[in-house]
């Protein structure tokens, strides 16, 4: 199993949620590029972390 943090920076508000986009590593492309975020999680956070798992069979 491998796991990757990966940073996530304020890019609009919308209704009801906020906005992410990926911070890529240097040289890397994006893993997930952007997401959103319900305000009632995110708050007033301008900086998110997400990390994933992969699993094998």
Do not use: C
């Given at each position: 199993?491998?796991?990757?943090?990966?940073?996530?920076?304020?890019?609009?508000?919308?209704?009801n949620s906020?906005?992410?986009?990926?911070?890529?590593?240097?040289?890397?492309?994006?893993?997930?590029?952007?997401?959103y975020v319900?305000?009632?999680?995110?708050?007033?956070?301008?900086?998110?972390?997400?990390?994933?798992?992969?699993k094998v069979?």
């Amino acid at each position: 199993m491998s796991e990757k943090a990966i940073k996530f920076e304020f890019e609009k508000h919308n209704k009801n949620s906020i906005r992410y986009k990926e911070v890529p590593e240097n040289g890397m492309p994006p893993v997930l590029g952007s997401i959103y975020v319900q305000k009632w999680f995110a708050g007033d956070s301008k900086n998110i972390e997400v990390t994933i798992k992969t699993k094998v069979k």
